[in-house]
């Protein structure tokens, strides 16, 4: 009954950069490919169903020399809901190396494959929901399962338990006021605090043995992500920014680093880079 089609085709050159390639030893370097990807959404009644698919292309030139290499990534998701049951799941197959720009298959995490599903269950005093995560890298060597059970009450102010017994043990307890929402995960241990309104979106934790973790986003044109994290350990931070334009059937993007999905122990030992992407939709 209602569909869409979005493709994007976008070319990336750094141009010939002076760079130490080994220790003492400088050259210049120069990257360079292109990029493809479809997506297709469609609606059917109380059934909505999308996919997208990518590919991608990388020169990398130095000292003469050139080594070419090639990633594409395949993705497809389903909802359904009747009455008060709601039933998503969605298959992936994203290459190690696969870096898309702009369609659905961005916020999916490279060198990962398999199937994740989630039931639904919702009344008027409460809601219950079941997710189960069969993921994999790509070479089959690790997996990531998640198996997790979630309780909300919504009487009054919300509240909710959550229970999780893979990859990790985890146990959450959490309640919601106006605006604000409070969570505090018991086994590690962790506070968190969520505000959330009119397209504003930040984010605290606080872990007492760990270090804390700040996140600010803006849902609006430009919309704004930035990061700021701190672990216990003396000296180690992490900071990340961003901010997407949107004009028309174009976009470009000027970011400090990559986002750490959330994950407070990541991309600590990173070094934040700064860039500018830019791409077109037709």
């Known amino acids: 009954e209602h569909g869409a089609l979005h493709t994007m085709a976008a070319h990336h050159d750094t141009g010939s950069v002076w760079v130490e390639t080994a220790p003492d030893q400088w050259d210049f370097r120069r990257r360079h490919g292109q990029y ?15 996919g997208a698919v990518g590919h991608r292309t990388f020169f990398d030139e130095v000292g ?11 993705f497809a998701s389903g909802r ?9 799941a969605d298959v992936r197959h994203i290459d190690a190396d696969f870096r898309s720009l702009f369609t659905n298959t961005q916020a999916l995490t490279p060198n990962r494959k398999g199937l994740r599903w989630m039931i639904q269950w919702d009344r008027n005093a409460g809601r219950v929901r079941y997710v189960q995560q069969d993921h994999q890298r790509t070479d089959g060597l690790r997996s990531y399962r998640r198996r997790q059970l979630r309780l909300e009450n919504r009487c009054g102010a919300r509240q909710f ?8 043990s985890q146990l959450r307890f959490g309640w ?22 009119r397209g504003v979106r930040v984010v605290g934790s606080l ?24 672990s216990s350990d003396p000296g180690r ?3 990340f920014g961003s901010v997407l334009w949107e004009l028309g059937r174009s976009w470009w993007e000027l970011s400090l680093g990559e986002w750490d999905r959330g994950s407070f122990p990541a991309r600590f ?3 934040p880079q700064l860039r500018l992407q830019f791409g077109w939709t037709f």
């Open 36 to 50: 493809l990807t479809i997506q297709v959404e469609q609606r059917l009644g109380d059934l909505s169903v999308a």
């Open 64 to 74: 003469g020399e050139r080594r070419s290499s090639a990633s594409s990534a395949l």
């Open 80 to 88: 359904y809901r009747q009455g008060s049951l709601l039933f998503e």
């Open 161 to 168: 338990l959550l229970i999780q017994w893979q990859p990790t």
């Open 176 to 197: 919601r006021t106006g605006d604000v929402e409070w969570e505090a995960r018991l086994d590690i241990p962790e506070l968190r605090c969520t505000y959330e309104k």
């Open 207 to 230: 872990r007492p043995l760990a270090g804390w973790r700040l996140e600010f986003m803006y849902r609006q044109q430009p919309s704004i992500r930035w990061v700021f994290k701190r």
């Open 237 to 239: 931070y992490y900071l």
């Open 269 to 271: 030992t990173d070094e």
